[in-house]
Every structure is written in structure tokens, then in C-alpha cells.
């Protein structure tokens, strides 16, 4: 019996949710950066999208965990998660000390980097299902049996 490792092409999955949500929270960022410089409430709004903004890298990092491990799915996404939390740590960091000449520029580069990712996810996923179906079909656990 042969075990389905990937959803079928053309339906979300939790990975490609979590990336949407952390491009989403990029954007709100980046408008409240603007607001941040022409209204008294800005401040306020960009603290709380950069605690939301923080929690969606974090869960982008858990999705390609557990499509990964459990899904049998390429360990790549976790490496592209993980160096977007990293950066997303040290744009929090810049956030607090109050350094706006590095912090801007890589609030640039990250919502740049989230749309790429976000734009490729559905191309790369289309590629792992079209492996899969050329791959000979693949067992897990299952021991095989001689006919008596």
C-alpha cells in the first residue's frame, strides 16, 4: 500500500497558509510605518503587527516542521523558515533600539523575500506532487509478503 506524502495540487496546505499570513502581517507592518509617521495611533499599530508579525514567522517555522517530519516533505522550507525567523528577531531588535536606517531597509527585504516565497509556493508544490507521481509508489512500515 502505497502512503500519499503531499496534498494533491491546487489545495492550500497549513505551510502555504502560515507563509500568507507572515506576507500579510509584513504589509500591515509596512502601512503602519507610515502611520507610525503621521498619526498618534501609528505607534500602537506597529507594535501590535510587530507581535503578530513575530508569532506568524514562528508559526511559518512550525508548518514546515510538520509538513516536513510527519509529511515526509522536503527539510528546505524549514531552512527558509527558520533564517526568516532569524531575520525577523533581528528586525525586532532594530524595532526596539530605535535604528531606523537598518530596520526600514529590512522590513523591505523581508516582505520582498515572504512575496517571492509566497509567489513560488505553489510552483514548488506543484513540482514535488508531479515527482511523487513519477516516483514508483513508496511504503512505510509495511512489511512485505511472500505468497505461501
Same mark, same amino acid.
Given at each position: ?22 506576507? !500579510? ?8 510605518? @507610515? !502611520?507610525?509617521?503621521?498619526?498618534? *495611533? @501609528? ?5 501590535? &503587527?510587530?507581535?503578530?508579525? *513575530?508569532?506568524?514567522?514562528?508559526? *511559518?517555522?512550525?508548518?514546515?516542521? !510538520? ?12 531552512? *527558509?523558515?527558520?533564517?526568516? !525567523?532569524?531575520? %525577523? ?17 529590512? @522590513? ?8 517571492? %516565497? ?13 515527482? #511523487?507521481? #513519477? ?5 512505510? &512500515? ?7
Amino acid at each position: 500500500m502505497a502512503v500519499r506524502t503531499t496534498t494533491a495540487p491546487g489545495r492550500l496546505t497549513f505551510p502555504h497558509v502560515a507563509l500568507a499570513l507572515q506576507t !500579510l502581517a509584513l504589509l500591515f507592518q509596512s502601512v503602519t510605518a @507610515g !502611520l507610525l509617521l503621521t498619526s498618534s *495611533y @501609528g505607534a500602537m499599530l506597529h507594535d501590535v &503587527g510587530s507581535r503578530v508579525m *513575530y508569532g506568524a514567522s514562528m508559526l *511559518y517555522v512550525l508548518a514546515a516542521v !510538520l509538513a516536513w517530519r510527519p509529511g515526509g516533505g522536503s527539510p528546505r522550507p524549514v531552512l *527558509y523558515a527558520t533564517g526568516f !525567523l532569524v531575520l %525577523a528577531s533581528v528586525q525586532v531588535v532594530l524595532g526596539i533600539t530605535h535604528q531606523p536606517t537598518l530596520h526600514v531597509p529590512l @522590513g523591505v527585504v523581508m516582505f520582498g523575500l515572504s512575496l517571492v %516565497a509566497l509567489a513560488l509556493a505553489p510552483a514548488r508544490h506543484r513540482t514535488l506532487a508531479r515527482a #511523487e507521481a #513519477e516516483a514508483p509508489p513508496r511504503t512505510r &512500515g509495511v512489511a512485505s509478503r511472500q505468497p505461501a
